[in-house]
């Protein structure tokens, strides 16, 4: 409006001697109010440079060279193109002579000075999420309708805190006009992005896929089109006066290859684990095993989630449905977990067994609907037992978590956890173990250099392969390498992300949600030099359940367990603990997990000091994870092997 600037506009750019239907044509125009144009791609210099010259004028010349000719061939049949710009002025300006150097903490040790923009004794929407552990500020535009939204973590390193917790902080907030003084600098970025595995991670795949794609309503028949390739180019800069900012995005449609050919064979990456990396395990969608300077199992932790949830009632069960993200439907719920429990199944070429298991005190009658769910769709057996005995019933329940195991999770729950107030104890056992489809020669492993740090160097067994194809991409946006090694059964495979610097990890972990995405891997030459490693590790689960919004079931005047026993406020959990191992080698990986939740009465609640988690000792620090299909199983992160 007359207050501020914001426009949008689409263009569709076609192939000079192709033709796109007319009913696409028509919704373009129509709806999308898109021009659509043709060009000659062939003459990609010139394509590009007429693309991007309308992309610069629609964003006031901020977005240049959105597209490469690079990336223009004879395949290229349709570009469609998105720009936005906005340039809004403050409702209540900075004053250009209050801006002077003040210090900008990177880090606690790493201070820059850099220009900072002051108001003083203002009224603006302001939060302080005690949740969140940060402030939210929020500074309107001239024409009140569009504001920007400033949140500051309270401390100075807790920026990665808030990443992870992303929906939240795009939540709404109770903002409350608030008279503040405030010290902002200025800044300008800009931003390239490739959106394809973003999109491929919202569930974006088939219209990637050259023989799935079925792009027939632009042109030609299912199969003839695929998107090869989409892009952003963002742009925002924040001074005194207020901001601009301009983005656009394009989406690449190319043809299906008529030719399938292998390259001529090429010098081999290099895919050298000899500092931290991550990994994890996937079986399907589900991530079996994460970690940091430990191991754990997403999956193991979910599905005793969800089955305390079948018990819980009101407050206490939305909480864990928030947590897990469930649907509200329960029969969706439940169709989803038997889905997920019938899919995890080993075959004849690997082994991947799940059990649950429910434990209930002698003479504490349990619900029959609670009953029916447990046996029907989570599988559980139920069984009695004399918590008041702990010692014993530690032993009968251990002992059926080391069968299920295959005696690899030893000791899950302590006697010192039960006494006469123990109503109930949920676990959950899961154990894999499979061969590589590729295995390491045993003749090859030697001991190498596993820099813990750069300063920090160690010797460790390390295993070697020689020119074998395996998934592998370099994502410059992580600044990490990542290999995918298959497992005998074709479902489940090992992902291992190794950073490119040695002491990169932490950057790795603050972007999780971006490291178990969906990568771009190909099938490449591959020299690998891979540490064998074992980690065992034991995790309390209290402290991350709360931290995931699940309080209420650990509080006694609140918890309502009552779909499992007794009436609101009768039962809470007094722990959550998960034990986990996993032994990388030449002929494959051996991995199990084991968690359980320890209901007791109301009445007196037990505190217990949460145990350090053990470290686990690659050749640079690394993520890993296993995954049977697309779930990850399992995943974690290796700093120094043994």
């Avoid at 207050?3 to 506009?9: D, F, H, M, V, W």
């Avoid at 959105?66 to 710009?85: G, Q, R, V």
């Avoid at 029969?331 to 799940?354: A, P």
């Avoid at 029959?368 to 008041?388: H, L």
Wanted: a neutral charge; hydrophobic letters at 40%; glycine letters at 4%.
């Amino acid at each position: 409006n007359d207050r501020y600037t914001l426009s949008i506009a689409n263009k569709i750019y076609v192939q000079k001697d192709f033709t796109i239907k007319r009913d696409f044509a028509r919704a373009a125009t129509e709806v999308f109010d898109a021009d659509v144009e043709n060009i000659d791609f062939i003459q990609k210099r010139r394509a590009a440079g007429r693309m991007n010259a309308w992309v610069e004028n629609q964003t006031n010349n901020k977005i240049k060279n959105l597209i490469s000719p690079d990336i223009l061939d004879e395949y290229t049949k349709t570009i469609l193109i998105n720009a936005i710009y906005f340039q809004g002025n403050w409702s209540n300006k900075f004053l250009n002579r209050l801006t002077e150097k003040k210090n900008f903490y990177k880090t606690n040790q790493d201070v820059v000075q850099v220009d900072t923009m002051h108001q003083y004794r203002q009224w603006f929407n302001y939060y302080q999420s005690p949740h969140l552990n940060a402030k939210f500020l929020e500074m309107p535009f001239v024409g009140r309708d569009v504001s920007m939204v400033f949140v500051l973590p309270n401390e100075r390193g807790g920026l990665a805190t808030l990443e992870n917790q992303i929906e939240n902080v795009f939540a709404p907030q109770p903002l409350r006009r608030s008279f503040l003084n405030i010290q902002l600098p200025k800044f300008k970025i800009e931003t390239t992005l490739s959106l394809v595995n973003v999109l491929k991670n919202l569930g974006i795949n088939k219209a990637f896929d050259e023989y799935e794609a079925d792009l027939s309503g632009i042109a030609g028949r299912k199969g003839d089109l695929h998107i090869s390739d989409v892009l952003q180019k963002t742009y925002v800069d924040i001074e005194e006066g207020g901001v601009e900012a301009a983005g656009a995005t394009y989406v690449r449609v190319s043809p299906l290859l008529s030719l399938d050919f292998d390259p001529e064979e090429s010098e081999p990456e290099e895919f050298v684990a000899d500092h931290p990396f991550l990994f994890y395990i996937k079986a399907k969608t589900f991530i079996i095993f994460a970690g940091k300077n430990f191991l754990t199992s997403p999956y193991s932790v979910e599905t005793v989630l969800a089955l305390l949830h079948s018990g819980c009632k009101g407050e206490t069960a939305q909480e864990i449905r928030s947590s897990l993200h469930l649907p509200d439907d329960k029969s969706k719920m439940e169709s989803g977990i038997k889905e997920s429990l019938s899919v995890l199944k080993g075959n004849d070429e690997y082994k991947f067994h799940t059990a649950n298991k429910i434990y209930i005190k002698d003479g504490v009658g349990i619900k029959e609907e609670f009953k029916k769910a447990a046996t029907q769709i989570y599988k559980a057996d139920v069984e009695n037992v004399n918590f008041a005995e702990s010692s014993k019933a530690a032993k009968t329940m251990n002992d059926w978590v080391e069968k299920q195991t295959n005696n690899k999770i030893k000791d899950l729950i302590s006697s010192k956890a039960l006494n006469e107030d123990t109503r109930a104890i949920l676990i959950n056992a899961i154990y894999f173990k499979g061969q590589w489809t590729e295995e390491f020669d045993k003749g090859s492993t030697k001991k190498n250099d596993f820099y813990k740090t750069k300063n920090d160097v160690i010797k460790v067994d390390t295993m070697h392969q020689y020119k074998t194809r395996f998934g592998y991409y370099e994502n410059s946006e992580l600044k990490a390498k990542f290999l995918e090694m298959p497992f005998e059964g074709g479902d489940i495979s090992m992902v291992i992300v190794l950073p490119d610097e040695r002491e990169g990890l932490a950057s790795l972990e603050k972007q999780t949600e971006k490291v178990f995405a969906p990568q771009n891997l190909s099938r490449e030459l591959v020299d690998v030099a891979l540490p064998k490693f074992r980690v065992e590790s034991t995790l309390e689960l209290t402290r991350i359940l709360k931290d995931l919004g699940v309080k209420k079931a650990f509080e006694a005047e609140r918890a309502d367990l009552s779909g499992i026993a007794g009436e609101k406020g009768d039962l809470i959990i007094s722990e959550a603990v998960q034990k986990t191992y996993i032994d990388v080698a030449e002929r494959g990986v051996e991995a199990a997990a084991a968690t359980y939740i320890n209901m007791i009465a109301g009445a007196s609640p037990v505190f217990r000091k949460e145990p350090e988690p053990k470290k686990f000792i690659a050749d640079h620090p690394f993520i890993f994870y296993v995954k049977v299909r697309s779930f990850i199983v399992f995943a974690g992160r290796v700093s120094s092997p043994h």
